[in-house]
Nanobody, 123 residues
Framework: QVQLVESGGGLVQAGGSLRLSCAAS????????MAWFRQAPGKEREFVAT????????DYADSLKGRFTISRDNAKNTGYLQMNSLKPEDTAVYYC????????????????WGQGTQVTVSS
């Protein structure tokens, strides 16, 4: 069993930056693809980014390329999402997830989920 805990969310002004962290328990973190999803109020959960177990393969939602960067440190069992040039429409609860399918944008392929961290971007 793997448990995930996100941190790093908060309130930031438009144009600012935040770095989210996702700490995983257990010793199998590196075998999993890791992803970030987000869910805004009244909207469905949407894909943000994914990274392979080794970190070599990354994929981003088209609308977020160039502003968001996903990374991971397998020695620390931790994943990250660096978010720059934040906009009010980035306001959402951000979730990290682990799963066996490489480069998947489908939330149903992820087996383990964190509780989420709130990101609020003010205009």
């Amino acid at each position: 069993q793997v448990q995930l805990v996100e941190s790093g969310g908060g309130l930031v002004q438009a144009g600012g930056s935040l770095r989210l962290s996702c700490a995983a328990s257990g010793r199998t973190f590196s075998v999993y693809t890791m992803a970030w999803f987000r869910q805004a109020p009244g909207k469905e959960r949407e894909f943000v980014a994914t990274i392979s177990g080794s970190g070599a393969i990354r994929d981003y939602a088209d609308s977020l390329k160039g502003r968001f960067t996903i990374s991971r440190d397998n020695a620390k069992n931790t994943g990250y999402l660096q978010m720059n040039s934040l906009k009010p429409e980035d306001t959402a609860v951000y979730y990290c997830a682990l799963g066996p399918v490489q480069r998947s944008r489908n939330s149903r392929t992820y087996s383990y989920w964190g509780q989420g961290t709130q990101v609020t971007v003010s205009s």
